[in-house]
T-cell receptor, first 113, second 113 residues
């Protein structure tokens, strides 16, 4: 049982480049979300999605886009990378959002130079 | 605005000790509270989820309690082992149609052999 799979695990980008962080889950969860984790700031929600229908913003959505065309996949796109986006990114899924147990991917460590 | 605080930020104990990690929240109108474990360079693993109507949950050597009226939760780890060394985070879900977890910054635990 793979759970939540994130790729890549590490990435270095130059300022201004774009890229997509991939996230896939095989648990048929409706709710998926993206967080970033920075020292001293904890986990902050970027975007979340409920089914392949609804996506909405979290605390820190600027500079990121998401889409949800299937239940399994929830990619996060960085439009024009900035050094402030250097962080560790986590994808999570759950059956009923924060009302049920959350499952996390292993994270993507992104450095923007 | 809900705020979640975890004290202490770091804790070091000898192997075999029973220990308590604390989590406090400012708004008692919560739907649930979750405890997670994060190993260095890894994702988060859900340990226990306590619904607002519950007082405690147990899993193996872990016991989490919830006192909603005082805005507190504790995670009790019995007979600690070096393998318990990790960062422990708590997160609450506010009552209502929020769909978001509010996170503490975590307690970094080191269990020394």
């Amino acid at each position: 049982n793979a759970g939540v799979t994130q790729t890549p695990k590490f990435q270095v980008l130059k300022t201004g480049q774009s890229m997509t962080l991939q996230c896939a889950q095989d648990m048929n969860h409706e709710y998926m979300s993206w967080y970033r984790q920075d020292p001293g700031m904890g986990l902050r929600l970027i975007h979340y999605s409920v089914g392949a229908v609804i996506t909405d913003q979290g605390e820190v959505p600027n500079g990121y886009n998401v889409s949800r065309s299937t239940t399994e996949d929830f990619p996060l796109r960085l439009l024009s990378a900035a050094p402030s986006q250097t962080s560790v990114y986590f994808c999570a899924s759950s059956y009923l959002g924060p009302y049920t147990e959350a499952f996390f991917g292993q994270g993507t460590r992104l450095t923007v130079v | 605005k809900q705020e979640v605080t975890q004290i202490p930020a770091a804790l070091s104990v000898p192997e075999g000790e029973n220990l308590v990690l604390n989590c406090s929240f400012t708004d008692s109108a919560i739907y649930n509270l979750q405890w997670f474990r994060q190993d260095p360079g890894k994702g988060l693993t859900s340990l226990l989820l306590i619904q607002s109507s519950q007082r405690e949950q147990t899993s193996g050597r872990l016991n989490a309690s919830l006192d909603k009226s005082s805005g507190r939760s504790t995670l009790y780890i019995a007979a600690s082992q070096p393998g318990d060394s990790a960062t422990y985070l708590c997160a609450v879900t506010n009552a209502g149609n929020n769909r978001k977890l509010i996170w503490g910054l975590g307690t970094s635990l080191a269990v020394n052999p």
